[in-house]
């Protein structure tokens, strides 16, 4: 069997959900966290101790500002009303990309990281404001700065996610079968699963499922 410690989810789908089922967006946004909540309590079951979740790109800033403004009430609104409890439960939340929000946003999110941050039953990486290209520049940039030897250790460092193992599984729900600009040097041996349920819909059992199967694959990385 295959070892396991980190998922990585492209959490797409929950616009469209929304306008299918209550015909607004903002609906599948928040019918989305509830999807969330129960991918945390099956990894936790699995002992995955690291979730990486795309909730917002660099990309997401061209969206209107009424959705981009409820998306962040509803992440204000969880960290509010749930962080508490996620603390309780041993869970570490840590945030990757760049901080550029409201400023009670911004120190909500850096309350939640110093009130988790000794966590240790599940670290869950929220990849907000995030792009890889950008990432991947500006590691480029801190080595050439620091003059240091350009190699695969050194870059390695100036990732944000340089303390988390590059993710096993990537999971992209809603059909759509692109990576947008998630996790490039990380997912290089990362198995990719494409599903077509939007992300409002994907429970227990399909993460499940894609666990199993994912036991089951032969990696070679490059060997026989």
């Known amino acids: 069997m295959n070892p396991l410690n980190h998922v990585a989810i492209i959490m797409d ?6 306008l299918k089922h209550q015909k607004s967006r903002n609906a599948g946004h928040k019918a989305g966290l509830k999807t969330v909540e129960k991918i945390i309590k099956e990894s936790i079951k699995k002992n995955i101790k690291y979730l990486t979740l795309y909730a917002f790109s660099t990309e997401n800033w061209k969206r209107p500002e009424k959705e981009k403004k409820f998306l962040f009430n509803l992440l204000e609104n969880f960290l509010v009303n749930r962080i508490e409890d996620l603390h309780k ?8 990309g760049i901080k550029n929000f409201s400023k009670k946003l911004n120190l909500l999110l850096n309350f939640s990281e110093k009130k988790t941050f000794k966590n240790t039953k599940l670290q869950i990486n929220l990849a907000l404001n995030y792009g890889s290209k950008s990432e991947l520049l500006y590691a480029f940039k801190k080595l050439n700065k620091k003059k240091e ?3 695969e250790k050194n870059f390695i460092k100036y990732l944000q996610t340089k303390d988390v193992p590059d993710p096993e599984i990537l999971i992209r729900t809603g059909n759509t079968k692109r990576l947008s600009n998630f996790l490039l040097w990380q997912i290089a041996y990362t198995e990719i699963f494409f599903e077509k349920k939007l992300w409002p ?9 894609i666990i199993k199967d994912f036991m089951n694959i032969k990696r070679n990385f490059g060997n026989i």
């Open 201 to 209: 819909d994907f429970n227990e059992n399909d993460y499940k499922r």
């Open 149 to 151: 030897k350009i190699n």
């Open 13 to 18: 789908g929950n616009g469209r959900w929304g």
């Open 89 to 96: 439960q041993n869970i570490k939340l840590n945030i990757v």
